[in-house]
């Protein structure tokens, strides 16, 4: 099968092109490091042609995809998902390999793609390689859109739990369905992302995958892929169990087999944020039910209030005593009327009334 001009049209269509082979920044030249070792199995085993990279940086993982790739033809294609842009930890360190520093800001902006682009054209990878500069959740959308997949999705962007969860899930529907051993791969399966540990776990279980561990990279691999399985174990690759019980990972990748209680912490704030969300719903019932109650009572107080002023008026109620005592009962219905006013269930209701106030202006306008 032939990838280049079907994948390249189809990225053509949503603006995308190859890096090609310049400009070439000189003062960006990164040293070179990563999972060489882990990524040449991947595509060994895999036999890829098309990887997806969501999280690129320097271009140093982006690097040796391609190398690996090219090593087998020139039948590849490497997309790579990135803003470029830095994360949370980058803008607040000062300094260090993590950190402003790394961002080579420029007028107020991040300078980061250029790093990343002279690398890849450095390496003579820039015509098979195609940059997506967007965030990871709207850039593997965009792909699903337009029908891209992958024989291999490596994914390295977000930490936190939440986030790489997302970015999983959405890479696991972007596999080449036509090759039964495509994989997602994780890095950073290790104690110090304990986030990212768990997000893989949790989208083993969902697709029914295996986890396969090499270093701090961790490969998806369905059940069915056996033979995969077989190959990478004879590459020093070992799998990461997961307890049907208690979801706990045994001999996880980092040799310390302490385990996650993934699943068991997830359903229990699962079921603490379901408490939680009858809780709301039961204040809320019972604040309108209240609301009712305070109209009612606002259109007694009016009603009375009217038929005392219409009584005010007429000529044959104009004894002295009746109309002291109207008087005394029309203050005695405004004191009502404001004593409701300054009542807690006003103050409640009040955002209900200017909603009820403005849908009744737009249907009259």
Not at 33 to 60: F, L, M, Q, Y
């Amino acid at each position: 099968m032939t990838y280049l001009p079907t994948l390249l049209g189809t990225l053509r269509l949503i603006g995308l092109s190859p890096l090609g082979d310049s400009p070439i920044d000189p003062s960006r030249n990164v040293v070179q490091g990563g999972p060489a070792a882990a990524i040449n199995d991947i595509v060994t085993v895999v036999n890829a042609r098309t990887v997806i990279e969501v999280g690129s940086w320097e271009g140093r993982s982006a690097v040796m995809w391609g190398r690996e790739l090219s090593a087998r033809g020139d039948d590849w294609l490497l997309i790579c998902v990135d803003t470029w842009l830095g994360s949370v930890e980058m803008w607040e360190r000062e300094s260090g390999d993590w950190s402003r520093e790394k961002l080579v800001i420029a007028d107020g902006y991040p300078t980061v793609f250029t790093t990343f682009a002279s690398n890849v054209r450095r390496a003579g990878l820039g015509k098979h390689t195609v940059a997506l500069p967007i965030d990871s959740a709207q850039g593997l959308e965009l792909l699903k859109r337009h029908d891209v997949v992958a024989d291999v999705i490596y994914v390295d962007a977000a930490h936190d739990f939440v986030n790489a969860l997302r970015d999983i899930r959405r890479a696991l529907a972007l596999l080449d369905s036509t090759n039964p051993r495509s994989l997602v791969l994780c890095d950073d399966y290790m104690a110090q992302w304990p986030g990212v540990r768990e997000a893989i776990h949790v989208s083993a279980r969902e697709a029914n995958s295996r986890i396969f561990v090499k270093d701090a990279q961790a490969a998806l691999i369905r059940e069915s892929a056996t033979t995969i399985v077989d190959e990478l174990e004879k590459r020093g690759w070992s799998e990461s169990l997961l307890d049907a019980e208690h979801g706990d990972a045994i001999g996880d990748g980092d040799g310390d087999g302490d385990g996650d209680g993934t699943i068991n912490r997830l359903t229990r704030e699962l079921r603490d944020r379901h408490e939680t969300t009858m809780r709301i719903e039961s204040k809320l019932r019972a604040t309108r039910q209240e609301l009712l109650e305070v109209k009612a009572d606002r259109r007694q107080l009016r009603e009375r209030l009217a038929h005392r002023r219409a009584k005010g008026h007429d000529g044959s109620h104009t004894a002295a005593t009746q109309s002291r005592d109207a008087r005394q009962e029309l203050r005695q219905v405004r004191s009502e009327l404001d004593a409701l006013k300054r009542s807690r269930s006003w103050r409640i209701t009040a955002w209900l009334r200017r909603l009820n106030a403005i849908s009744r202006w737009r249907r009259q306008s």
